[in-house]
């Protein structure tokens, strides 16, 4: 694995060298560009995973308080049907001077009350344990920074092609004087090695 590393190191490298600093300063800024984009894809990664992770702790703690609120409804259930039957065994005595009737249509009129009051109780503890609200908020972030990671993908591109444009511009010049300058320059420098080598002589 390591040769592997050194071998890619050496292409590189060598690749590296039969550039030109010009090509170099244009290679450089690109890596720059794709650098900043890397690192807006990490911290978008990040956001992303501290948002999951801030989901799934708030249903944990939704089920949490789930449990608390049904194992406390199952006991409040239990005392309020252990308080109706002491009620009516204290007042058992006084039991026959109510019509039967009555007696079952007040048990009624408590059992519903009890049963209103529990779907009462049990309607946002509901509403909140669905977690709808919490995959919602998870999706639209989700989204948001898919569009994000979009936009930017497309905004590298739009500066990749115009600066490709700009680069090809800049090497035409570049290569015209450089050419121009060597036609110059050569003569000049074929001239002086001539004349240091007569000199010798």
Do not use: C
């Not at 509403?127 to 569009?147: F, R």
């Not at 290569?175 to 320059?185: G, H, I, V, Y």
């Amino acid at each position: 694995m390591s040769i592997r590393n050194e071998s890619k190191v050496e292409n590189q490298s060598n690749q590296d060298n039969q550039l030109s600093s010009f090509e170099l300063m244009w290679k450089a800024a690109f890596e720059e560009v794709d650098e900043w984009a890397g690192r807006l894809n990490h911290h978008d990664d990040l956001f992303l995973n501290a948002t999951k992770q801030y989901v799934e702790s708030i249903k944990r703690n939704q089920e949490n308080s789930k449990a608390i609120t049904e194992q406390f409804k199952k006991e409040l259930l239990e005392w309020e049907k252990y308080a109706r039957e002491e009620l009516l065994m204290t007042t058992t005595t006084i039991q026959h001077f109510f019509p039967v009737k009555s007696f079952e249509e007040i048990n009624q009129v408590v059992d519903d009350i009890q049963n209103k009051t529990t779907s009462l109780l049990s309607t946002p503890i509901r509403a909140l344990t669905t977690g709808q609200g919490l995959d919602n908020y998870l999706d639209s972030v989700q989204q948001y920074i898919s569009i994000r990671k979009k936009g930017r993908e497309k905004y590298i591109e739009g500066v990749k092609s115009t600066s490709n444009v700009l680069y090809e511009n800049q090497k035409i010049f570049v290569n015209l004087f450089e050419n121009q300058f060597k036609s110059a320059l050569l003569p000049f420098q074929q001239y002086m090695k001539n004349t240091t080598e007569s000199n010798k002589s």
